[in-house]
């Protein structure tokens, strides 16, 4: 269960186009004395759902005000040039949802950029077999390679592109003409995507990349537990290239073996890897699917996902490695940025880094934890990793390191997830996409959304 190792792996191998240019040159790290947190805060205290509001306000401007200007994709980071990310800006479509919703941008402004984005990625952008690559250059929308081999479709990316703009399909519902064209050329984008072609030949797993000059060479199969559910929920729901159950029963859950069942400080861990691996495994599919009340032969989605975010925040808190900060309110392991580099950090993987969208993006599994990690970052250490675009990506209190870096992948599921807690929105529309409750009862699952 290592898939996803690829979500970081050569990330910084080609970073250099992006960070070992300038990843911490924009602003210099600021000294602090190792084991010594300033307990003053540096904000005006306000109230825990006004600090909800300003979270998710001034994390949406890394995709509103940052967007690319030609594409209006996320940048994958904000370093990145003309490099967009496809996974990342399906988080950023669902970000601009909260931001209309919430009236930080208009519905007129939202629409706006969502005909961009949908024209861009419709008529500009290279596809294969209707899917997206990792990167685009948001100009051109000509591939970036992510590395070497993988310079074609990537499948997860554009399943977290596609559960953003189902969600988008959703909510732009007007008779008008603008929404009604905007929501046609969703579903054109959606239905050319030839998800039973990434069968390789019609085996009964999902492949993750296809390269134009390379074939299936990487040879990764999609297999749980990990990030990867929704591309087999959308697989499986799709109206033009859809899976049969034995596709996820065999390929997804390996016939049970992405079962776990082990107790990890007193809390019983349904799947996956020992000690739950990074944080976002509990987010990336679930801020459209909505785990509350979710369950099928495998496991119950909702006691999966708090169980992930409890054994996460308890292992933090007992802090086996002895790192200086670690505490009830400073805690989230999940992918980010790290000193020089990235990695998927985990109870098994554990560097010293806490990375705000973990605890933050947990807000609907343990709401009494993930806002406590909140008001730490904003009041304690605001003056430290709270910028233009929210929380920067990442903190080392033992070396008194503070990212300056934003990663699209990690600011989306902070307005996404706070939003899901507040009042469900994001879960409430890409559920009621009728093809997503056709696809997910195929597949076996029972919840009281379907």
């Known amino acids: 269960m290592i898939n996803f190792l690829k979500l970081f792996t050569g990330l910084f191998l080609i970073g250099s186009l992006f960070t070992c240019k300038g990843g911490n040159e924009a602003r210099p790290t600021q000294p602090v004395k190792p084991n010594r947190i300033d307990s003053a805060d540096k904000f005006p205290r306000i109230s825990d759902d006004q600090l909800l509001t300003l979270v998710q306000r001034q994390t949406l401007k890394y995709f509103y005000d940052f967007g690319h200007p030609t594409s209006g994709l996320a940048r994958e ?4 040039g003309d490099v967009v990310t496809t996974g990342g800006s399906g988080f950023g479509i669902m970000a601009m949802i909260v931001g209309v919703n919430r009236g930080f941008i208009t519905r007129a402004e939202g629409l ?23 990167w685009l250059n948001g100009a051109t929308g000509a591939v970036q390679p992510f590395s070497a081999q993988d310079n074609g479709a990537d499948l997860i990316e554009t399943s977290f592109l596609m559960e953003g703009l189902l969600t988008a399909r959703q909510f732009y519902n007007g008779a008008g003409a603008d929404e009604t064209a905007l929501r046609a050329d969703i579903n054109t984008l959606w239905q050319n995507v030839e998800w039973d072609w990434f069968r390789q030949g019609g085996q009964n797993v999902l492949y993750w990349h ?38 996820y029963d065999n390929g997804w ?22 000690l739950g691996g990074p944080l976002f495994f509990a987010h990336y599919s679930f801020l459209g699917i909505n785990p509350n009340g ?8 909702q006691q999966q996902n708090i169980a992930h975010s409890q054994i996460n925040y308890k292992y933090t808190v ?36 806490i990375a705000p969208t973990a605890a933050i993006s947990s807000l609907p599994y343990t709401p009494t934890e993930s806002m406590a990690a909140l008001r730490f970052m904003y009041y304690k250490l605001g003056d430290k990793i709270w910028g233009n675009y929210g929380f920067y990506d990442a903190y080392n209190l033992t070396n008194a390191w503070f990212a300056n870096s934003y990663l699209a992948i990690d600011q989306g ?32 699952f029972t919840s009281p959304n379907l």
């Not at 505490?327 to 940025?337: C, E, P, V």
Request: charge should be positive.
């Open 413 to 444: 599921p902070i307005v996404v997830m706070i939003e899901n807690y507040r009042t469900g929105l994001l879960w409430n529309l890409f559920m009621s996409c009728t093809e997503i409750k056709t696809g997910m009862k195929g597949l076996g």
């Open 210 to 247: 296809w390269s134009p000059t390379n074939g299936w060479a990487i040879n990764m199969k999609i297999t749980g537990w990990n990030e990867g559910l929704i591309a087999y929920v959308l697989a499986a729901a799709s109206p033009t290239h859809n899976i049969p159950k034995i596709v």
């Open 112 to 134: 706006a950029r969502m005909q961009k984005i949908v024209g861009f990625l419709k008529n500009t952008a290279q596809t294969f077999h209707g899917a997206f690559p990792h």
């Open 253 to 274: 859950a390996g016939n049970g073996g992405m079962k776990n069942g082990a107790a990890y400080y007193g809390v019983k861990l349904p799947l996956g890897p020992s």
């Open 294 to 301: 979710l369950a099928d032969a495998y496991a119950n989605y």
């Open 318 to 353: 007992t802090n086996p490695k002895g790192y200086y900060g670690y505490s009830a309110d400073s805690w989230g392991l999940t992918a980010s940025d790290i000193q020089n580099g990235y990695t998927a950090s985990s109870p098994t993987n554990d560097v010293g880094v």
């Open 77 to 80: 980071r904000n370093t990145s």
